[in-house]
């Protein structure tokens, strides 16, 4: 095991530099000959090289050790630590005597430990620090890659990606050199992630085959995520008897059917005997699933589960399921009613390595919804909630978007009202997941400001009480080691607030959706207003918004707990960021922030252009200075600049579409086209 | 010489039944022996074979004689008839004492004639016929094919097409079998069209090696075409010197552009000594032009006439230039404006074989457009007009929408007032352009009626006088000769005010553009309205339209000479159907039609999609009717459902949008969701 360094590619939060008060300490490493643990000494024996510090053999003297419980020559200062057990992925961090100390049950935690300690820097070897025990708070930390081994000639390669091709196959194979993978892992690792799902949810042909006759590819990757702790995931087909078996149905209770998963999920485990699992999007735009059998999702996923629970798998089912052939014209269907309405008759219908994967909210990764109900609604079910790391509607790596705030609101989510469990608490077994932004960019992310979304998501999946803004500052730090103080604060100026600031300057007041068809990208709308996916805001020259009250409308507020079914429900006491979401609303309704919807539509989207303009003023000043490389500040001056355009022409769309359409005037007098 | 043949394919207006009336008679031919007289010898023998007939030999007897005015052997019956001299591609037709009599003084001539003579069935071997001089009114009757050698992911092999692949190209190289496109000249040259343009005016990478080193495939074409009297023409990319020649530049006024252009020209002509000449976008939508090196297109379109006029070819020059990337927030920019706006100021400028080519109105080949105000600004130029037999805007063949009816009205648009010439008069030495709507399908333009568009197109071209009514009933007498008055008055009654239907339900009063982005099927009203291309209507919940008066708006009225500029500029005197083109107007303004402008919103869209139903209900009675062949039947039937889905569609969107802007009720109470 060698630490993965590649050339031309930026090294995001784990610079050389992020290693110097680790690497120049006195590190003693015990543990067992694990592939983890190897991976430890080696990232111990890097460091130690490029800083000046040794790696300390045993009965040398030491700043740091960092030692499995289970170690028989468990040095007296280690075995003073206590503290509860660490568990499967956790450790015990503590210092005195002028030696820190790291303890895992398991070379996981070690790992986990040791960039612990890189994190934590200098601050790591200062003073003396009481034993405390670090365990990631949700099972699993994953992260789906919607990467194809084909170029869709409109879509690209990676299924919204926004940083180039896949970082795993190019021209139709694997990359040959799989450094870079290795790399990302070791950056994935760093922040808690544990799982990598590495193909798209949508299974073209090629793609299903890694299932079988190219499985081999799947088995590379894995070999190199497993290095740094991740199992590796797949993303195969409801229809794969048919397509990959010859059989002439899929139908989950068909005993070929089943028999044929089994074998399938045999092989695969005698390739890759630690394979995560499966990753399946059934029955929803347009892929195959139970529903064409007359059989339900439990069936679907049970049959999965089935064929995986011999081998310690999981299937990860995705409740992403509406109809996408809707008529417009039809008030009725709800798409944000769907998933609940599918799914919550099925609780407790699962099998216990099944997780039901659960968008955040109900419709798709919008920059504002509600939380989806069914996280509230499936008690007997293990669930994974599911976000975007990559920036579908939320600037697509163009724009400044720190999503860690909303992920945050997310988790932290009361749907029983507070001091009940938050949503992060509901969902401990399953997980937490996240579509990847990386691809092969230069920056991984295309936006290099975009890392810190791919890092702030691991560092919340293992601990959702962190505070975004501090998940951020410490992204800072570590990321531009040459930043002092100014450049902290210009960071945070700029990023802190900027999923607030496009909030702002789009889609107003949880109405959404408000895009251009297809790509998503910049505003429309009316765009989706008249198609079948059921997106719709039904704004007239009277008002906007959708009624999904239980009263008047879709009867959607009903498939919340108290006291939220009847805080949506009420006009009055539904936030406003929400308001369009839950209500249709007249364009002089007064909001609870005193202003009425037309003119919050209006001071909003003036005051997001602007803030858009001010994130690259505090850009500018960095200019020249030598705490950013010049090719990296290029980069992000390039994104801001369209930021800025991007912004100003969503401020004066939605103005001016909602002027034509109420007849209101800006209070201010502000140009409105 | 023998006549093309192609099984599976339909042989469109002429199946065999049309050759019965000639192909029963005996048939004297005098002619020369050019590949023209040839091909008019095999059609008589192929008819006479068929149908029982005879080629007479000089000294028989004979029903009909075909022949050359300088033919030596001049029976009495053909040195008897008199009339003005037909001329280049004209023909007298005469029929007295028992014999039909066609005489020309070119073998194209001959050839017009002999088709004429089958269009007239039994007719033409009836009674006496005085001698009647046929000549094409128009000099070139051209149709331009948007075929690319390779197919676009999205855009499909042939750009806007709708009837499949090229009928020229295949996988990458020229079809291996080209009797089709020799059954395609026949085509042609029945309805008197009398050039072609053989691939895309926006010229690829590939496609530009046509006029080089792929130059073999344009002349097997032209051989194809050669035999009908048809010449090829092709598609060259203003930057032909830079991508094919290797030279730095393009620029029209440089010595060895210009002797790079000559060179190429006199190689082309070495290869196809017919060809026709060169069609050029430039400056346009993204493709290269002389704007690049500050040369106006006077400049640029020269060179080529220049490089062309040796061997006696034209250059056809688009007069489509205008801003695609203009701000909508910019109401001063016109985009019906800068065609004229670019080309008028070039007047008398231009050499004696450039012809600037026109699309008939100043957008884009809307359902409903004024007419090109350029076509009256350049006296002292070659106009040709173009239009769009492929229905890119106006049902995409999936709609029944026959289009000679507007044509007709294009054609016979009189700038200067009644009595005044006619934009047929101003173009006579210019020609009618179209884009063509022929691909590999089947029926060869996937609609099996819009083969009525393709053939009114050439009837119109060669006398724009005809009416179209006439024009359909010739076709479907042509087309069905199985079918009698029944067959006739149901398609008649289907296509006949087919088009004014279409305008009925999609976007009203002339306002334009409501369609799909890209593709441009099916409705969004505001799917271009915040767009770079130009294309907006301005609808507010007070009033639609675009107002480009002289006096308050962007002033395009004044591009017209009187009396049409006074008519535009008058909100009371412009008609009904352009209203929305030349002014913004009140929902409650009154129409010179007495209903208001959002009631006869409401009333058209009605009644389009009621019209849409009943063109379906005329079809169904057909069904197992045995004058409709089965497998056309159905192709017309699912064509039809799609229809009047699509209508529907239109109905209720455009009226749910007018309806959501204005808030004004149907007086009628119908359904507006």
Redesign the interface.
Known sequence: MTVPHVDDVHPAWLPPEAFRALGARRVLVLADASEVAETVRAEVADACARHGGAVAAPGEPYDLVLALTSDGSLPAAAQAVKGPEPGAEGFLLARSGGVTVVLADQPAGLLYGFFAVVRLGEAAFEGDRPAETHRPALARRMLDHWDNIGVH??MGQVERGYSGGSIFWHDGVLHEDLTRVRAYARLLAATGVNAVAVNNVNVHATEARLLTDRLGEVAALAAEFRAYGIRVHLSVTFASPIVLGGLETANPVEEDVRAWWARTTERVYETIPDFGGYVVKADSEGQPGPFAYGRDHADGANMLADALAPHGGVVHWRAFVYNHRQD??D?KTDRARAAHDHFSPLDGRFRDNAILQVKYGPIDFQTREPISPVIAAMPATKLAVELQVTQEYTGQQRHVCYLAPMWSEVLGFRFWGPGERAVADVTTSGGLVAVSNVGDDPYWTGHPLAQANLYAFGRLAWNPGLDPAAILDEWIGLTFPKGGEGLRETLHGMMDGSWRTYERYTAPLGVGFMVRPGHHYG?????YE?TPWGTYHF????GVGVDRTRSTGTGYTGQYPAPWSQVYESRAECPDELLLFFHHVPYEHVLQSGTTVIQHIYDTHFAGAEEAAEIRALWAKLEGDDVVDPALYARVRERLDEQVRSAE?WR??IN??F?????VPDAHGRTI?
């Open positions: 000639p409109v417009w014209r008030r505003p429309d709308v009316d765009g008249y704004a007239d020259r009277d022409e004066d769309q001016t579409y002027f034509r359409k109420s007849g086209h």
